[in-house]
């Protein structure tokens, strides 16, 4: 009789597959919901730069050590949705 179950390692692997997965996923959602929030233009600029921290900070929650890579592809996405959008952007983003 053949045995189809993975061999240990490579369920463990497939597993932490799976969970970085999730994890871009969950990521992506954050900040497309984040970005569609601010886009409508109807919150102040504090309340986008809020929720762009609070968002970063979960994001950072998912991919610890990961500043870097957030500042890199993410800022300058909010950024421009915050000039554009609320036609002012705070020097902290830029």
Known sequence: MKNNDEPAAGRGAADELREEERKIREMRCLVDITSAVIAQGNIS??????LIRLTRRQVLQLFPEKEQVFDLIHRPRFARIVQERLKKSPAWMN
Not at 45 to 50: D, R
């Open 45 to 50: 600029v504090l309340e986008a730069c809020s």
